[in-house]
């Protein structure tokens, strides 16, 4: 049986499921995989645009 944690993430607010991801402001708040990829592409310095196409990718990609 696989029990599925769920955790509020602190920047965006919205419940998830799974790995969460370290963020890159201060390496201590856990947030969810969707901020970690935005952080880590902000800090690649791709404008906003850019990172909500990658980040609609992503869950493009996803099965649920
Ligand atoms: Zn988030």
Same mark, same amino acid.
């Given at each position: ?6 955790? /509020? =993430? +602190?920047? !965006? #607010? ?6 969460p ?9 856990l /947030? =969810? +995989?969707? !901020? #970690? ?28």
């Amino acid at each position: 049986m696989k029990e599925i944690i769920k955790t /509020v =993430c +602190p920047k !965006c #607010g919205q419940e998830y499921s799974g790995h969460p991801s370290l963020s890159r402001v201060d390496n201590q708040t856990l /947030v =969810c +995989p969707d !901020c #970690g990829t935005r952080e880590a592409l902000e800090s690649m310095g791709l404008p906003d645009e850019e990172i909500e196409k990658i980040v609609a990718t992503i869950h493009a990609q996803q099965v649920k």
